[in-house]
């Protein structure tokens, strides 16, 4: 279905691999249409005039013909923000790599301004703390909130553990972990609208992708870089 002759969207390239001889294929999320897929003309060939729009993490204004359910064709576009100062930072391009990754395993069309204001939020605060709300979020939103008022098996108060597979708190019989009332204690805080909290951001970060993997299925690569190094 064709809609209009010429159009534009202003957002963020998610990822830049090559297409053909001089061409480059483009991920793309934006404001407008969501995520979208585009061939960028030219991209590889000495002193191309299209370099400033290829680049992995920028925010960009794109002006294309759109089909839908195609593969589009950059026309032409502006650099609006390179982020030039954190692009050396490899924390920083390791969160943005997840970003990436999150969206194009996770995006739902339905889903359009909450990937937007996701990827906003992080570009905006490039943190681990930001990283937990937003994969608090992404649970939130796929509907696999863990359980966190009681035990997840027995239904009692008693709380000893947060359990991956069970989904949710677990009571001591079924302690398996070793996290401590500390991360116990964000966990709930996160889910319960408490954003600030005093765990470690990189241990709630573990174990939020680590339930994101079990109840959605998947792996996701970027995170055992970021975890390992």
């Avoid at 064709?73 to 490899?90: C, M, P, V, W």
């Avoid at 301004?113 to 939103?141: A, E, G, S």
């Avoid at 035990?151 to 991956?164: E, N, R, Y």
Wanted: glycine share 6%; with cysteine; aromatic share 12%.
């Amino acid at each position: 279905m064709k809609l209009n002759m010429s159009d534009e969207d202003v957002g963020f390239v998610l990822s830049v691999v090559p297409y053909r001889e001089h061409d480059a294929m483009l991920e793309f999320i934006g404001e407008k249409y969501g995520l979208l897929r585009f061939v960028l003309r030219g991209y590889y060939r000495p002193n191309s005039k299209q370099n400033r729009l290829g680049n992995e993490f920028t925010k960009v204004r794109l002006r294309f013909k759109y089909y839908e359910n195609r593969l589009l064709t950059i026309q032409n576009g502006e650099l609006i923000e390179s982020y030039a100062k954190d692009r050396h930072d490899f924390d920083w391009l390791m969160l943005m790599s997840l970003m990436t990754e999150l969206i194009v395993r996770l995006y739902d069309p339905r889903q359009k301004q909450f990937w937007n204001q996701k990827i906003n939020q992080l570009y905006n605060n490039p943190f681990m703390v930001t990283l937990t709300l937003i994969l608090r979020d992404i649970i939130v939103i796929s509907g696999i909130e863990p359980v966190l008022d009681r035990c997840v098996i027995t239904g009692s108060s008693q709380v000893s553990d947060f359990s991956i597979k069970h989904g949710g708190f677990v009571s001591k019989a079924y302690r398996v972990s070793k996290l401590n009332l500390d991360d116990l204690k964000s966990l709930y805080g996160i889910f319960k609208g408490q954003d600030k909290y005093t765990a470690n951001p990189l241990t709630i970060a573990n174990i939020l992708i680590n339930y994101i993997e079990f109840h959605m299925d998947l792996k996701l690569n970027s995170w055992k870089l970021i975890y390992n190094v």
